[in-house]
């Protein structure tokens, strides 16, 4: 935490909200009583960022005592002399299929992007959800939509949704019979970080706990944007999902009070279209997550409220340099913390299977 003694506000790095979580994986992990766990990775371009992420996966891996196993497809590939070049994704089909297959294979993660668009969405489909540590699949996707936070691990090889609808939600203890549902690993890695610095309300009640702030989520991709703008809804907020032609409001809080209705807010979050511009969201405010995948789109910082929260989640920075002329905490980065969210989810995954084998099992598996 590096406070600045011009009246700028706080440049918060992650390390002290990893180092916690990394603490709680190292315990998770130890409380198996089977094999270490086996994640694979799947490297299908010779992209940069894509490198550097697989190596830093296996950096912490490593660290925790996780099997870390990288299959290069592709344009990964290192080519000899004379030979002919390889496209990227080639083969990665055929690899997530192969890792699914493996009884040895505890998770899986591809490094996105290789096609782009619907091509890559059909990949994050292929991966089975009992083994998906992203929460790409659209099962998880769909749960987290529905406010859904409680699963039998056997519904994932259903392929009709859950018509059930959500039941009030009383603590994070899943009911008997139940796990939690996996949430994708960069969502939950930011609200971790608005839980450790406040945001988040522990004295209300949980599943509402982000009542009372004003969010605005630029980007509405199903990797980050959406998934996170929902998530926040779900806990209670108001949120502004940005993205490139329009700008929509997610709350759970019906638009219209009911008299005859004792519900505060309603099981999961509705969106409607917003006539708000950008700047109008922005300055009323209280949090704002940037994750734009370009080097030059920056965030106005004149645009800004006062004392604001705001959270840069691309691996460009999507803020100008002087945001703290305005916000009160600035969190530059969240990959520390997303990393060991993938690896929670090998636990929770790995617990899935317990939960479905005949012998069942206690092991000790992280809360959300």
């Known amino acids: 935490m590096a406070p600045d003694a011009a009246g700028k506000g706080v440049l918060l790095k992650v390390d002290p909200i990893a180092e916690t979580f990394r603490a709680e994986v190292k315990d998770g992990l130890a409380a198996l009583r089977h094999r270490t766990p086996t994640l694979i990775g799947i490297l299908a371009t010779n992209a940069s960022p894509s490198r550097f992420y697989a190596d830093f996966t296996r950096k912490q891996c490593e660290g925790l005592g996780v099997r870390f196993i990288l299959k290069e497809v592709g344009s990964a590939v290192k080519q000899n002399e004379g030979e002919e070049a390889r496209s990227d ?66 519904s994932l090889a259903s392929t009709i949704p859950s018509s059930k609808v959500t039941q009030p939600i009383i603590d994070d203890i899943p009911p008997p019979g139940t796990v939690k549902s996996i949430i994708p690993c960069t969502p939950l890695g930011v609200v971790k970080c608005l839980e450790y610095i406040g945001v988040y309300n522990n004295i209300l009640t949980y599943g509402d706990r982000a009542y009372g702030k004003t969010v605005t989520v630029i980007n509405r991709s199903e990797v980050v944007g959406r998934p996170l703008a929902a998530l926040l809804a779900n806990d209670g907020a108001r949120v502004f999902s940005a993205d490139i032609d329009s700008i929509q409001e997610y709350t759970k809080r019906p638009r219209f009070s009911n008299p005859t209705s004792a519900r505060q807010y309603l099981p999961h979050h509705t969106s409607h279209l917003c006539t708000l511009s950008l700047e109008e969201c922005l300055a009323i405010s209280d949090v704002v997550i940037s994750a734009v995948p370009s080097a030059s789109y920056k965030v106005k910082t004149e645009w800004l409220k006062e004392g604001c929260i705001c959270v840069n989640v691309a691996a460009d920075k999507n803020f100008e340099k002087d945001v703290r002329d305005k916000a009160s905490i600035y969190i530059p980065a969240v990959g520390k913390v997303t990393i060991l969210m993938l690896l929670r989810n090998l636990l929770r995954l790995s617990h899935y299977n317990d939960v479905s084998a005949p012998s069942g099992s206690e092991d000790i598996i992280p809360a959300q």
């Not at 299929?97 to 996105?112: F, H, L, S, T």
């Not at 991966?127 to 859904?148: C, T």
């Open 89 to 154: 994704g080639d083969g990665v089909e055929e690899v997530i299929i192969e890792a699914n297959e493996d009884d040895n294979v505890d998770g899986i993660m591809v490094y996105y992007p290789i096609f782009g668009g619907q091509q890559d969405h059909y990949l994050q489909q292929i991966v089975s959800p009992l083994k998906d540590v992203e929460g790409l699949h659209s099962k998880f996707h769909y749960n987290l939509y529905h406010n859904i936070r409680f699963i039998t691990p056997a």
